[in-house]
């Protein structure tokens, strides 16, 4: 096989039946703060949305997802063809990384610390990480761990991961596709659907098309795109977990830590040892995520962050 440039290390966390037998306690003890994703089901994740498309599971989705592409045009205001599906954003961070960069190419990515999946589509795609001369940057806004809105970068072309759009107050670069800016997002987070795998790319017309000819054909479920299509029909409401976010950040004051600002569904908190403070955290049945310098602990409701709260006192 063709070497990579780095080492990937795993992004994914432990199973919650895994954790719950690591620790002694019963799965319905474990509290995931660590996955950045919604602490329930959504109304609009219902079995009625999935029986049209269960009817015809026997086939192919010929055609692709028409349906979802209009939903999602109307939702982010652009036009079909300005729209690029994938089985996640991480699909799609490795599509747009392999389409632009290959072995010799330079890649930036902005924000340091950041997400790790990053790296890791530069290394698949046999490039490297680097400022100098790249042919593609890439930032998260806002950015995952630290919860910052940052500005954008003054560089082109660029792939802006927009996950946490919905909680930063609506702030997108959506606005400049036609500007050599590819917009990425999720159902994973606000929507709910994280277990679906459902993306998004925003970008030009032109390198709309280019993309999807690099991409593989149905990259997507039908019953994941039924989802996603009942999701865009009632889009959740993201002021509770705003308001929560803003009262756990103040209890954590509270309690002598220090916060940084958030525009997402997540705070990250400055710790001396991440690792120590999750494990000691997992033993009590609370998942939260260690990163460089802190933990980012997920935005769940006031019953489940007073728990966390309690452990960390």
């Known amino acids: ?37 919604s602490p329930h089901l959504l109304p609009s994740t219902r079995s009625e949305a999935l029986a049209e498309e269960l ?14 592409e209009e939903a999602i045009a109307h939702y982010a205001g652009v036009s079909r063809e300005n729209i690029v599906l994938g089985a996640g954003a991480d699909d799609l961070i490795l599509l747009v990384t392999r389409a632009f960069a290959g072995p010799g190419d330079r890649v930036a990515i902005a924000n340091d610390p950041t997400y790790p999946m990053f790296q890791i589509a530069v290394w698949v795609a046999g490039a490297e990480i680097g400022d100098q001369d790249p042919v593609l940057t890439i930032c998260c806004r806002p950015n995952n761990p630290t919860g910052e809105l940052g500005e954008l970068p003054n560089v082109r072309p660029l792939v802006v991961d927009e996950a946490y759009f919905e909680y930063s107050g609506q702030a997108t670069a959506v606005g400049l596709i036609d ?18 795998r ?8 032109e390198v709309a098309a280019e993309l999807n000819r ?13 989802l996603a299509i009942a999701a865009l029909q009632s889009p959740p409401d993201v002021r509770p977990i705003l ?26 908190v400055p710790v001396d040892d991440p690792n ?27 019953q489940d962050d007073e728990r966390l709260l309690r452990a960390l006192q």
């Open 1 to 37: 096989m063709r070497a990579m440039a780095g080492k990937i290390l795993s992004y994914d966390a432990p199973s919650t039946e895994e954790i719950a037998q690591r620790v002694g306690l019963p799965v319905d003890e474990i509290i995931r703060f660590d996955g950045n994703t």
């Open 55 to 68: 009817a015809r599971i026997h086939t192919y989705p010929h055609g692709g997802y028409p349906r979802l």
């Open 179 to 196: 500007d050599g800016v590819i917009v990425l997002r999720t159902f994973s987070k606000v929507f709910g659907l994280a277990g679906a």
């Open 198 to 205: 459902v993306g998004y790319a925003l970008a030009s017309r």
């Open 214 to 226: 690099r991409q593989h054909p149905a990259p997507l479920s039908t019953l994941s795109s039924a």
């Open 243 to 268: 308001e929560e976010r803003e009262r756990f950040a103040e209890r954590l004051r509270g309690l002598g830590y220090e916060p940084l600002p958030s525009h997402a569904n997540f705070v990250y």
């Open 276 to 302: 120590g403070i999750a494990e000691q955290l997992l033993q009590q049945g609370l998942a939260v995520r260690p990163v460089r310098d802190g933990i980012r602990i997920t935005i769940r409701n006031e």
